[in-house]
């Protein structure tokens, strides 16, 4: 079987789910294509240390070409999946362009919910990416430099 000839299973989502989804499959035979909207797995665990300016965003996220530099069977896309066709088995992209597959794997994670109460947002951010987390370090480092110039004790 040539390559191109080997099923073509997409994976959806560079997390823990996909990431360690196309590692166990490193001596399957299909060829695989991890699509992702960002470029790099990120740690989320550790999205609170960046946040506090503990750690810095590198020192938790890492391209997934480099992850899987060593993997033969796998081609990273970079790419934000807008819909899916399951009668004519493609996905779209944001950009508009379609790839297709034989066999899909959905790893895009969750995100977190208001309960109805979407005006909390503003309130109580989100934590699920990097860009969260240095808005939040933002707010909170600004928060304690205000403090330091702020003359009344009380
Ligand atoms: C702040 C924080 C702390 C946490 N701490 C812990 C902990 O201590 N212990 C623990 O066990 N768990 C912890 N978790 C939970 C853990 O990180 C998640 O359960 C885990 O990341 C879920 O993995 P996943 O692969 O399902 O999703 P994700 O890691 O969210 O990965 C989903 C991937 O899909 C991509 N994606 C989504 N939609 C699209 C799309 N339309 N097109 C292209 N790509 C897309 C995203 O870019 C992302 O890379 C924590 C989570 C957070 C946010």
């Given amino acids: 079987m040539t390559r191109d000839t080997l099923p073509h299973l997409v994976i959806i989502g560079g997390g823990f789910a996909g990431l360690w989804a196309t590692r166990a499959l490193a001596s399957a035979r299909v060829r695989i294509t991890l699509v992702d909207r ?3 797995h990120l740690f ?3 999205l609170y240390q960046v946040a506090t300016a503990g750690l810095s965003a590198p020192d938790i996220a890492a391209p997934l070409r480099h992850i899987l530099g060593d993997q033969r069977n796998v081609e990273v896309r970079l790419g934000e999946v807008t819909s899916i066709d399951k009668q004519t088995r493609q996905i779209t992209l ?3 362009s379609h790839l297709g597959y034989d066999t899909l794997m959905l790893c895009t994670g969750a995100t977190h919910a208001y309960f109805g109460h979407d ?3 503003a309130d ?3 934590l699920k990416t990097l860009d969260d987390a240095i808005a939040l370090r933002r ?3 600004l928060a304690f ?3 330091e110039a ?3 004790p009380a």
């Fill in 38 to 40: 960002r470029n790099h």
């Fill in 44 to 46: 989320q665990p550790l």
């Fill in 94 to 96: 944001a950009d508009g």
């Fill in 119 to 121: 005006e909390w947002a």
């Fill in 124 to 126: 109580a951010p989100g």
């Fill in 139 to 141: 707010k909170l480092l």
């Fill in 145 to 147: 430099e205000r403090a």
């Fill in 150 to 152: 702020e003359p009344d």
